[in-house]
C-alpha cells in the first residue's frame, strides 16, 4: 500500500515559496477546529466568520460541541478481533442505544445531519446490523478512508481500538485523525476508551500518547466539552435532564 499521498509528497519535495497554507476554516464549530488547528497546525488555522453561528443547542449532554463518552469504567470495553479486522461491541452499543436514540428524539436533528464514521470494516459491518435491529437504516456508516473529503452537522467517531496491551494501529495516523475531527460542523461526539488511548505502551510514538491526552482534556473542557464515563454515568445525565423538564426554572420540587 501507498504510505505517502501525491499531496504530501510534493510537500516534501516543493520549496517554501511555492506552499501557501489556507489558514482559514469555514466549517468547523470554533469550540472543534481549535483542537483541529492546535494539534495538527501548530495553532495556524482560524476562523472565519459565522463560525460561532454554527452552534448546535441541544439538551446535555449534547450541549458542548466536543462529547467523549468514555468506555474505561466499564466491564467489557475490550476490542474483538474480526479476521484481519476489529470491532467493538460496547462501543457499538453506546452509539445505538444511548447516543442516537436522544439526537432522534430532537426535532433539530435529521437522520441526514448524522455520520458514524469508524477506522476498521468489522465495526462498519457490526454498527450497520445493530441500526437495521432499531430501524435506523438511513443514518449513514463510513470507514475512516471513505469519508475524506465530505463534511456533516453530527460525527459520531468509534475510536474501537480497546485492548490493554495492544498498539492501537492505524490510529496512529495523524492524516487520518485529522480527516475524523475535522468533518463536523456542529457536534464532534467520540466513543473509546480513554485509557488505551492515553497508555505509552499502546502507540508506536510518543506523539500520539501527547495527542490523545489532549484530546481527552479537550473534552473535559467545560467551555466546550463534555466527558462522561461509563453507560450509567450517561443514564443518569439523561435522568437529570427529563427531571429538569418537569419543573420551570424557579418552581420548587417538594418531596
Do not use: W
Amino acid at each position: 500500500a501507498i504510505s505517502t499521498s501525491l499531496f504530501e509528497y510534493l510537500q516534501e519535495i516543493l520549496p517554501e515559496s511555492h506552499k501557501v497554507l489556507l489558514n482559514i476554516q469555514h466549517r468547523m464549530h470554533p469550540n472543534i477546529s481549535r483542537f483541529v488547528s492546535e494539534t495538527f497546525y501548530d495553532g495556524r488555522i482560524k476562523d472565519g466568520p459565522n463560525t460561532k453561528e454554527k452552534a448546535l443547542r441541544l439538551n446535555p449532554p449534547y450541549d458542548k460541541e466536543v462529547i467523549f463518552f468514555d468506555t474505561s469504567k466499564d466491564m467489557y470495553p475490550f476490542e474483538s478481533e474480526a479476521g484481519t479486522s476489529y470491532c467493538n461491541k460496547l462501543e457499538s452499543q453506546i452509539i445505538v442505544k444511548e447516543v442516537l436514540p436522544v439526537l432522534k428524539e430532537d426535532n433539530r436533528v435529521e437522520s441526514k445531519d448524522i455520520a458514524i464514521v469508524v477506522p476498521y470494516l468489522a465495526q462498519l459491518e457490526l454498527i450497520i446490523s445493530e441500526l437495521s435491529k432499531k430501524n435506523l437504516d438511513d443514518i449513514e456508516v463510513a470507514t475512516l478512508d471513505s469519508y475524506q473529503g465530505r463534511e456533516v452537522r453530527i460525527m459520531i467517531f468509534s475510536f474501537t481500538r480497546s485492548s490493554k496491551n495492544n498498539n492501537v494501529g492505524f490510529l496512529d495516523d495523524a492524516r487520518r485523525l485529522n480527516v475524523a475531527f475535522s468533518r463536523p460542523e456542529t457536534k464532534l461526539i467520540l466513543v473509546g476508551n480513554s485509557e488505551t488511548l492515553t497508555c505509552p505502551r499502546n502507540h508506536s510514538d510518543s506523539y500520539y500518547t501527547k495527542l490523545f491526552e489532549r484530546l481527552v482534556l479537550h473534552a473535559k473542557g467545560k467551555e466546550h466539552g463534555t466527558f462522561i464515563s461509563g453507560i450509567k454515568k450517561s443514564d443518569q445525565l439523561r435522568q437529570n435532564q427529563q427531571q429538569m423538564k418537569k419543573y420551570d426554572i424557579g418552581s420548587i420540587h417538594k418531596g
